[in-house]
């Protein structure tokens, strides 16, 4: 039994990762190979024994694997981006419906026994996976909860709607209770892929059905897709490991727990926080590789405003702040 954490990365532009766009000065694919780089490089501090795997188009797999440092024992590993949807299906985040077909080609490349994360680019390890791995259940898939009521939207569908997509999908009723699981992070053998791969693939076949013929609501993304799936596999709550922190200048969310958890998910942090870490991360005499573990949360905590918001940090938020009023009121 191998443990691999993976990260799924297809080439998109500027447009699909709005998360991304604020505060860019870099191309997308320069500020991807950042977060990976930040991604696999907090992971190997705490977990040297861990095989690292970046999924990628084969048109981008000997870019990523030149770019990467050559210290992290990365695999990147190729496979085509077959649930690529059309050109007009949803104006963003449609290259994350390639973490798909990243869990499938993961699940015929590796072992039975194997376990691996799925999870974010975006995010940073802070402790040694041990037991994260542990919970992936030998049936059944590890995933977030989000917790978003029903009446919430996500890429303009409502929990409520997908629960009406769902019955239309299977209207035998077995799936069970809805639940809204975030993209940030999925745990899974690979034989599990093998149960799941036939919902996803009706769930997927459905979506492009309604897109043809103009119907909304619709299943527009990999959470979408799989919160279908999901629903007929027995799934384990990662909420004790995992949290998708926001740490925006208008929403923030961090609390004191945080620090306890063994991966931040930090959507707001592409751009700021994360792009700061990866200086670090390149850099094998620096404080990322050579601090104990408790300087080590403290700093990224303060660089990417979780533990501790800074005097520069709330200075630069408040003039964010302003400044996106201030062009919300000229757009009127």
């Known amino acids: 039994m191998t443990d691999t954490l993976a990260i799924a990365y297809t080439p998109a532009g500027k447009a699909d990762s709005p998360n991304l766009k604020v505060g860019m000065r870099k191309d997308p694919y320069t500020?991807?190979?950042?977060?990976?780089?930040?991604?696999?490089?907090?992971?190997?501090?705490?977990?040297?024994?861990?095989?690292l795997i970046v999924v990628t188009t084969p048109d981008a797999v000997e870019r990523i694997s030149k770019d990467l440092p050559s210290s992290l024992p990365v695999q990147v590993l190729g496979t085509q981006f077959s649930h690529r949807p059309p050109i007009d299906f949803y104006p963003a985040f449609n290259a994350s419906l390639f973490?798909?077909?990243a869990m499938e080609v993961l699940?015929?490349?590796?072992?039975?026994?194997d376990r691996i994360l799925m999870v974010d680019p975006d995010t940073v390890t802070l402790r040694p996976l041990d037991d994260v791995f542990s919970a992936i259940p030998t049936h059944g898939v590890l995933a977030y909860d989000a917790h978003f009521p029903l009446t919430e939207s996500s890429q303009g569908l409502t929990g409520e709607?997908?629960?009406?997509?769902?019955?239309?999908?299977?209207?035998?009723?077995?799936?069970?209770d809805y639940r809204h699981y975030g993209g940030e992070l999925y745990g899974f053998q690979p034989g599990t892929w093998t149960?799941?791969?036939?919902?996803?693939?009706?769930?997927?076949?459905?979506?492009?059905?309604?897109?043809?013929?103009?119907?909304?609501?619709?299943?527009?993304?990999?959470?979408?897709?799989?919160?279908?799936?999901?629903r007929f596999l027995p799934t384990k709550l990662a909420n004790p490991y995992i949290r998708r922190i926001w740490t925006a200048p208008s929403y923030y969310?961090?609390?004191?727990?945080?620090?306890?958890?063994?991966?931040?998910?930090?959507?707001?942090?592409?751009?700021?926080?994360?792009?700061?870490?990866?200086?670090s991360a390149t850099r094998e005499?620096?404080?990322?590789?050579?601090?104990?573990?408790?300087?080590?949360?403290?700093?990224t905590g303060r660089i990417c405003a979780v533990t501790q918001r800074t005097f520069s940090r709330r200075a630069a938020d408040?003039?964010?702040?302003?400044?996106?009023?201030?062009?919300?009121?000229?757009?009127?």
């Open 31 to 51: 500020q991807f190979v950042s977060l990976i780089t930040v991604c696999m490089a907090s992971a190997h501090r705490w977990n040297s024994d861990l095989r």
């Open 99 to 101: 973490t798909l077909d």
């Open 107 to 113: 699940a015929d490349t590796l072992h039975q026994d």
């Open 161 to 176: 709607a997908a629960v009406a997509l769902h019955a239309q999908i299977a209207p035998d009723g077995s799936a069970s």
């Open 195 to 230: 149960e799941l791969a036939p919902h996803v693939q009706l769930a997927w076949d459905f979506a492009l059905r309604r897109h043809h013929c103009g119907l909304a609501p619709a299943m527009v993304t990999e959470e979408h897709i799989l919160n279908y799936a999901l």
């Open 253 to 279: 969310t961090a609390i004191s727990a945080d620090s306890e958890l063994w991966i931040w998910h930090l959507p707001a942090e592409k751009t700021r926080g994360l792009a700061k870490l990866a200086q």
């Open 285 to 299: 005499s620096s404080w990322f590789w050579t601090s104990h573990a408790e300087e080590w949360n403290r700093r």
């Open 318 to 332: 408040r003039g964010r702040s302003t400044v996106r009023k201030a062009l919300k009121r000229l757009s009127i």
